[in-house]
């Protein structure tokens, strides 16, 4: 940068008054003057043509700072101070200056700058003209934890939608968007415009509405900007550098050890590296070290590595390094076992590992930590972290050690270490949410923040997704309603509600924070209430529920193949967990819905057994069913080596033992779940076109066996709870399902016992015309007078009975919660579910808070 004469004010004073050089169209001149330490640029233009979205670049003496601006906004970076115009300066006509409205900056000393440039060439006129401007750039800019980017259009033409992805330093996270939204995955960010400012006209900016944020760490840089997926300031792509310094830290008989200096990020973020032996691809990594295995005792090798950027763009490759294994004939005594192996730390996913170093006559080059017979971390010091693990099991760890010439020692002695619990130090309590009861049951998800339920539970499960019946995919981005008839086996196929999940404008009334949807959005919806309830209530876990009684047609298809199995769970994570949701009525896009979802629920009904009329069963089901389990596990645990955060994964699992045996392979799913969500109610119900047993009542949820019960086998939630336990599952990853509504018969006889088992005909009057025989629990109470309300101590059930041929109904309330949330407690179980939240009030909830604290 070229330094200005001394005085400045001078040079630019004379400069003014004997004439500029020759101008091009669009040239500035920026003239500063000092008046104590307030210092003054005045802008001027004798060009032709106005000139749009300016800004001045200036350097200070050392120790010298830029306060209290006017007119504009400032950033000072050392010695280098930017100041941006406000907007209505922003555009300067030709002939114009910026009187009186001229940008004005406070000094800390009375000094003048040492050098300035405006748009990028010489503030006093000389030298050069400015570098074009690219056709839309983003500006951002930050005063502590206010944020903001400013979009300008410098083309002839009108900007019509962009959007900017940025990537802050690890931990920053964004928030309180105004003039736009925000979506954040990991590091990178999402931002959207309001539908006011998505067109920037040709010239224009969209000041005074650019869209601005709240940073959770103080004048935090992005690490990279793309506007429309060019670089915000208009530069051309930039690859990576090359790694520098690589070199072989260890080497064996047949393996490699390399390390090299991280790479300088060029236009994206660096992803990983890719490591070469000669011209072949030996690994891919994220990190800046690898090993490169399988080689040939005695052989030179040559090695370079390549940094990739988030597009895939490569950078040169660094300089090659020359290694030459080792010959196995000259050391063949193996080291000593390693000692004292102990587990130091633990999280719900990962176990830290200690020992004490073998001892070898050549030296050590790597340990090997084993969970049971397989490799799980492979490390050069004497501490591991083994990561990717379930919560709440057991696992055997033993370490060899592993020395230069690929002599390996005795195992250590076994250490078994449990993970935490998902849950830790308390109890879960796991809401359903549905999708549809935004319409006839009013319930929003304002109303789990209203009801207080939102402080006492800890897990949101979102009811439903489905599975798209051609492509075997998530499906997403259509509102198509189910038939009406619920045995018609295709009644689900197709089937969603983009509008309820993400389309639909919210009133004030019905909103979390009391604000409303202007329709313009790109995340409306329940989706972006949800957003707001974890903002209001950042404890809370959502998950998305895959499948449920209507939408599990195509499980056994999604699960059927390798291949197949891949696909479905890649489509769900990219919808869900990465937000990247189909375009819906001006709604929806990349990134739209991140951070919206914590991890999956599957709610397949029933592998290997039936359910709804029409699903696909096969014989493979419960092999696939593992696998399928193992799949979304997988990819899961993958997305967690790039965003830094661990997406839980869960299922809603039968009561009945005879659908266990045949869908559910509980020690291998029970390797990859963390919770089963088991069935604790439906066991007895008419249904609502009397298809299941109208003619004779049943408790619906008793947590024991009633002896009383003419049904045979019966159900009860001690006896589902039971087949979990005997099959080794952890009790710290079950929770039991608790009914908020009731089912109810009609025409009910007495027979001496209130009704309890007893002759019907048919369902009761439903809360909805459309479900018969079902009502919430506080609908149950309001709407069905005279039903008297008692317990049955043996079986631990709740039901009530209007009279001799009357209504019957069976369902939960304080009493049984009670009852159970002891007995759960007890067994040392994780905590209870519910289906599903519209039916309470909040006294439910309260009581099964009041029963897990």
């Known amino acids: 940068m070229r330094r200005l004469a001394t005085p400045l004010i001078a040079v630019l004073v004379i400069v003014a008054l004997c004439g500029l050089p020759a101008q091009a169209a669009s040239r500035l001149v920026a003239t500063f003057a000092l008046s104590g330490t307030t210092g003054t640029f005045v802008v001027s233009n004798p060009g032709t043509t106005a000139v749009t979205g300016w800004s001045i670049v200036f350097e200070l003496p050392a120790g010298v700072t830029a306060s209290s601006p006017q007119n504009a906004t400032i950033r000072q970076n050392g010695t280098r101070v930017t100041l941006t115009p406000a907007f209505y300066i922003n555009t300067l006509q030709p002939g114009r200056t910026t009187e009186p409205y001229s940008p004005k900056v406070t000094l800390s000393a009375a000094v003048q700058p040492v050098s300035c440039l405006i748009d990028g060439a010489n503030c006093d006129g000389s030298g050069g003209d400015p570098p074009a401007k690219p056709p839309v750039s983003a500006t951002y800019d930050v005063n502590g934890t206010s944020a903001k980017f400013v979009v300008a259009n410098n083309g002839t033409t009108p900007l019509n939608g962009w959007s900017i992805v940025f990537d802050l330093p690890f931990g920053v996270t964004t928030s309180n968007a105004q003039n736009g939204s925000l979506s954040q995955s990991g590091r990178t960010v999402t931002l ?505 009542t049943g408790h619906q949820g008793n947590l024991y066996l009633d002896s009383d019960s003419p049904y045979n086998p019966d159900f009860s939630v001690e006896k589902a709870v039971d087949v979990y336990l005997q099959a080794g599952v952890n009790p710290r990853k079950i929770t039991i399902g608790l009914a908020y509504y009731g089912r109810g018969w009609q025409q009910v006889t007495d027979g001496g016992k209130y009704g309890e088992w007893q002759q019907a005909n048919g369902a009761a009057p439903g809360q909805f015309q459309e479900e018969a025989g079902t009502r919430g629990y506080s609908n149950l109470l309001a709407m069905v007078p005279g039903c008297t309300i008692r317990h049955d101590e043996l079986a631990v059930a709740t039901y009530c009975y209007t009279g001799n041929g009357g209504q019957w109904w069976t369902f939960d309330d304080a009493w049984s919660i009670g009852k159970k949330t002891a007995w759960l407690r007890s067994k040392g179980l994780l905590g209870a579910m519910i289906w599903e939240m519209s039916g309470d009030t909040g006294a439910l909830t309260t009581a099964l808070d009041a029963g897990l604290r």
């Open 192 to 696: 959207t415009p309001a539908h006011y400012n998505t067109t920037v006209n040709a010239g224009g900016t969209t000041e005074p509405y650019s869209p601005a944020f709240t940073l959770s760490t103080a004048n935090a840089e992005p690490t990279s900007c793309r506007i429309n997926d060019v670089n915000c300031d208009g530069s051309p792509d930039a690859p990576p550098a090359a790694p520098g310094n690589l070199r072989s830290p260890a080497h064996t008989t047949k393996t490699v050890s390399l390390a090299w200096d991280a790479s300088v990020p060029g236009s994206l973020p660096i992803t990983g590296y890719d490591v070469y032996n000669g011209s072949s691809l030996a690994t891919s990594v994220t990190g800046t070290s690898a090993t490169v295995s399988g080689l040939t005792p005695s052989t030179e090798y040559t090695f370079t590595v390549k940094a990739k950027d988030r597009k895939g763009t490569t950078s040169p490759a660094s300089s090659a390094l020359k290694v030459t294994t080792r010959n196995p004939a000259d050391d063949t005594q193996p080291p000593t076992a390693p000692g004292d192996l102990r587990s130091t730390a633990k999280t719900s996913s990962s176990v830290t590992l200690a020992w004490s170093a073998s001892s070898d006559s050549s030296g050590i080059a790597s340990y090997d930590v084993y969970i049971g017979s397989s490799v799980a971390a492979t490390v050069t010091g004497t501490t591991a972290v083994v990561s990717g693990l379930s919560p709440s099991t057991e696992y055997s760890f033993t370490v060899k050690a592993r020395d230069l010439f690929d002599n390996v020692s005795p195992a250590s002695a076994v250490v078994r270490a449990t993970t935490a619990d998902i849950v830790e130090n308390g109890y879960a309590r796991v809401g359903y949410f549905v999708q549809w009861g935004i319409y006839g049951r009013q319930y929003f998800v304002r109303n789990l923040d209203t009801t207080g339920a939102a402080d006492k539970l800890t897990h949101i499960n979102y009811a439903f997704a489905n599975i798209d019946p051609q492509n075997l995919t998530c499906l997403q981005g259509v509102t198509k309603g189910t038939t009406t008839n619920p045995q018609d086996p295709n009644q689900g196929d197709g089937a969603g509600d983009a509008e309820a999940d993400y389309g639909r404008p919210f009133s004030a009334a019905q909103s979390v924070d009391g604000v409303a949807d202007t329709g313009w959005e790109k995340l409306r919806g329940n989706f972006n209430q949800i957003k707001k309830l974890k903002a209001k209530h950042p404890h809370l876990k959502v998950l998305i529920s895959l499948g449920g009684w209507t939408y599990s047609k195509y499980f056994s298809d999604v699960a059927a193949t390798d291949a197949a199995r891949k696909k479905f769970v890649s489509s769900c994570i990219d919808i869900y967990i990465k937000g990247n949701l189909p375009e819906y009525n001006g709604a929806g896009g990349p990134g739209t819905a991140a951070g919206v979802f914590d991890g999956i629920d599957l709610d397949w009904e029933w592998p290997g057994a039936e359910g709804h009329p029409g699903n696909h069963v096969s014989p493979a089901d419960k092999a696939n069913n593992t696998l399928l389990i193992a799949e979304f596990r997988r990819q899961l645990d993958a997305l967690t080596t790039t965003t830094g955060k661990r997406y839980q994964l869960t299922a809603f699992t039968p009561a009945d033992p005879a659908k266990i045996a045949a869908g559910w392979d509980l020690p291998e799913v029970a390797k990859h779940l963390d919770i089963f969500n088991v069935q604790g109610y439906d066991f007895h119900g008419a249904g609502s076109d009397n298809s299941w047993e109208p003619n004779r």
